[in-house]
C-alpha cells in the first residue's frame, strides 16, 4: 500500500507543476502545516486551496519541482521540492527548498506537514 501512497504524492506534485490543484487527491479534513504563516494550522480542502491559490498568485512564473520522493512506511511518504518564483509586486526572484512529510489514507492525502531547508538561501 505503500507504493500506491508514493505514486499519489507523485501524482500531486506532477498535476501541480501543472498548475492544477488536485482537489481530489486532497481528503475533504486534511491538515496542512507549513512555515508560511497564512499555513500554520490549515484545515480542509478548501481552505488548503485558498491557501495555494493565494501562494501561488502572489507569483509569476510559479514553479514547483519534486527533487526526492521516500517511502516513510504506514503511508507516510517524505519528499524535498523546491519553488521558484518572480515576485508580482515586487519582482524578486526567490529559491526555497523543504521537506515535508504527507499522509495517504483511502486514496487521498489526509495530512501535509513542511519545513524549510534552513540551509537554502533565497537567490537575489
Do not use: C, N
Request: hydrophobic residues 35%; without cysteine.
Amino acid at each position: 500500500m505503500s507504493r500506491e501512497a508514493v505514486e499519489l504524492v507523485k501524482a500531486i506534485y506532477e498535476r501541480w507543476q501543472r498548475g492544477d490543484p488536485a482537489p481530489e487527491l486532497l481528503d475533504p479534513d486534511i491538515e496542512w502545516s507549513t512555515p508560511h504563516p497564512d499555513a500554520l494550522g490549515v484545515h480542509g480542502r478548501e481552505e488548503v486551496l485558498a491557501f495555494l491559490r493565494r501562494y501561488v498568485g502572489a507569483f509569476q512564473d510559479f514553479h514547483i519541482q519534486l527533487d526526492e520522493i521516500r517511502d516513510l512506511g504506514d503511508q507516510r511518504v517524505l519528499v524535498r521540492f523546491s519553488e521558484r518564483g518572480r515576485g508580482k509586486s515586487s519582482g524578486v526572484e526567490t529559491h526555497l527548498r523543504a521537506t515535508g512529510v504527507w499522509t495517504v489514507r483511502d486514496g487521498r492525502a489526509i495530512r501535509f506537514r513542511a519545513e524549510t531547508d534552513r540551509a537554502a538561501k533565497p537567490s537575489a
